[in-house]
C-alpha cells in the first residue's frame, strides 16, 4: 500500500489532539482550537518582467485571536499548499502562548519561487497579497511578518500598500521591518538566537559544558545562520551545516569536523541560502549528501530548514551522540519520529518553543512602534532573552514534574493558555 503523503495540517492536529486528551478538554473547545477560526484563500495577479501575466495562488489564515491580534510570518515557497500554511497558523497560536506574549497565531503564503522572481516582479506580489486581505488585517486584527524567503523589503512593500489603501501609518501592521523603517534592532539575529537562547538552558540542565560539544546544522538560512554564530559564541563546535543548491535542485551537507566559522561561509551563501559549493571545497569543506547532516556524531542537531525533515525513514540514523535536538525551524520532526526520540531520552526543545524568538522580537517592534520609540540592540537583546529563558524554565519544570516530554509539556501550558481565554471570553 503506498504511503499517504505528509500532511503539516494533519500532524499539528494529531499533537493537538493527544494534548487535548490529556487536558480533558471540553469537546466545543477542542472543535475550537483544532481549526482555524478564519481563512483567505485568493489569487494575485501580476505583471511580469516580459510584459505578459501569471497569477499566483495566496493565503492567509488565523487560527486564533483569543489571547490578542493574530501573528504569524508569510512564506514565498513553490511548494506551499493550504494546509501547510494552517499548520504553521496554529503553531503560530502555541508559540505566541508559550511564550506569553498578548498575540494569537496566523500565517499566510504565496506559491511561487522566489528564485525565479525579480525585485518588481516581488514587489508586485506583495502589493498584490496586500490588497486582497487589507480589511482583513492589521495592527489589531492580524499582523504578518517575514518567514521563508520572505524578509525586511518584502515587508516594507506591504507596509507601503498597507498604509496607501488607508490612507494613513501603520507601523504595527506587520513586523520584521527594515532597521529605521520602523523595525527593531535584533530581530534578523532573534529567532536564531533565541534557539541558542534554549539551547544554552537546556544544555546548562544537562550538567553539558556547551563549549565542549559538537554540533550539526540543517539549512543555512536566517535562523540557522545566527543560531550558529551565537553557538560559537558560546564555544561550542559546528561540524557540518546543509544547504539548498538552486542549481542542482538538491540539498548538500558542507562537513569540516575541525569546526566551521559561520561568518567565513555567510561570505560565500547566497541570499537564498545556498553555500557556493567550489568555494566551500577551496576553504576545506567536505561535501557530502544532504541528509548527512542527521548522522554526524554530534551532541546537538538543529534542523533549521523546513518541516519533515526528521521522519520514520531517517530518525534511526541520528548518532548514539546526540543529547539535544533544536527546533529551529516549524515541524521539523514527525509524530513517528518524535516517539523514538522521546523513547530514546534524547532532550527535544520543540519548534514552537525553540524558535520562538522571532516572534517575540515582532512583539516588541510592535511595542516600539507605537511608543514611537526605538530601544538599543543591547535593550532588545537582554529582554529576548528573559523571555526565552522564562518559557524554557516554565516547559522544562513541568516536565520534570509530571515526567513529560518536553513537546508536550510545551504543549500543555500554551493549549492551557488558550483554552482559558476562549473560555473566560465566552466563546464556547
Ligand atoms: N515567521 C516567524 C515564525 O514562524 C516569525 C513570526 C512573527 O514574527 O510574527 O515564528
Known amino acids: 500500500m503506498e504511503k499517504k503523503p505528509f500532511n503539516a495540517f494533519e500532524m499539528a492536529q494529531q499533537q493537538f489532539d493527544g494534548v487535548a486528551e490529556k487536558l480533558g478538554l471540553d469537546p466545543a473547545v477542542r472543535d475550537l482550537l483544532r481549526n482555524p477560526l478564519r481563512e483567505y484563500h485568493f489569487l494575485i495577479p501580476i505583471r511580469m518582467d516580459d510584459g505578459g501575466y501569471k497569477v499566483f495562488p ?38 505566541t502562548a508559550v511564550v506569553d506574549i498578548p498575540l494569537g497565531g496566523g500565517k499566510g503564503g504565496v506559491i511561487c519561487d522566489p528564485h525565479n522572481l525579480s525585485d518588481r516582479e516581488q514587489e508586485a ?13 492589521g495592527h489589531e486584527q492580524d499582523v504578518p511578518a517575514p518567514d521563508v524567503m520572505t524578509h525586511g523589503q518584502h515587508m516594507l512593500w506591504m507596509l507601503d500598500e498597507f498604509e496607501k489603501i488607508h490612507g494613513a501609518k501603520y507601523p504595527g501592521f506587520i513586523t520584521g521591518k527594515p532597521v529605521g523603517m520602523g523595525g527593531s534592532l535584533g530581530r534578523t539575529e532573534a529567532t536564531g538566537y533565541g534557539v541558542m537562547f534554549t539551547v544554552r538552558e537546556a544544555m546548562k540542565e544537562l550538567g553539558l559544558d556547551i563549549s565542549k560539544t559538537l554540533a550539526a546544522f540543517q539549512g543555512f538560512g536566517n535562523v540557522s545562520q545566527y543560531a550558529a554564530r551565537l553557538y560559537r559564541q558560546f564555544g561550542g563546535t559546528i561540524i557540518c551545516v546543509s544547504c539548498w543548491d538552486q ?58 530548514a523546513l518541516e519533515n525533515q526528521i521522519s520514520g525513514a531517517n530518525v534511526g540514523k541520528i548518532s548514539k551522540r546526540v543529547k539535544v535536538i533544536a527546533e529551529g525551524a516549524n515541524g521539523p520532526t514527525t509524530p513517528e519520529a518524535d516517539k523514538v526520540i522521546a523513547d530514546r531520552g534524547i532532550f527535544m526543545i520543540p519548534d514552537f518553543l525553540c524558535n520562538a524568538g522571532g516572534v517575540t522580537c515582532s512583539y516588541f517592534e510592535q511595542v516600539q512602534n507605537n511608543m514611537n520609540y ?27 514534574k509530571k515526567n513529560a516530554y518536553m ?15 476562549v473560555h473566560r471570553r465566552g466563546w464556547v
Open 58 to 95: 495566496g493565503y492567509r489564515v488565523q487560527h486564533n485571536d483569543a489571547r490578542g491580534p493574530c501573528k504569524g510570518g508569510i512564506r514565498f515557497h513553490p511548494h506551499e499548499t493550504v494546509d501547510t500554511v494552517r499548520a504553521l497558523a496554529m503553531w503560530m497560536t502555541w508559540k
Open 125 to 137: 506580489l506583495c502589493r498584490g497579497w496586500v490588497r486582497q486581505v487589507a480589511k482583513n488585517v
Open 247 to 304: 542549481a542542482e535542485k538538491t540539498t548538500f551537507t558542507f562537513r569540516r569536523t575541525k569546526g566551521i566559522d559561520p561568518d567565513e561561509l555567510i561570505g560565500i551563501t547566497n541570499k537564498f541560502g545556498t553555500i557556493d559549493k567550489a568555494k566551500a571545497k577551496a576553504l576545506g569543506y567536505e561535501s557530502l549528501p544532504g541528509d548527512a547532516w542527521i548522522e554526524q556524531e554530534a551532541d546537538l542537531l538543529v534542523p533549521a
Open 374 to 400: 526605538y530601544w538599543g540592540l543591547e535593550e532588545v537583546l537582554s529582554r529576548l532573552d528573559e523571555k526565552m529563558t522564562s518559557a524554557f524554565k516554565a516547559v522544562s519544570d513541568l516536565a520534570r
Open 407 to 421: 513537546r508536550e509539556a510545551a504543549y500543555m501550558i500554551a493549549i492551557s493558555r488558550v483554552a482559558e481565554a
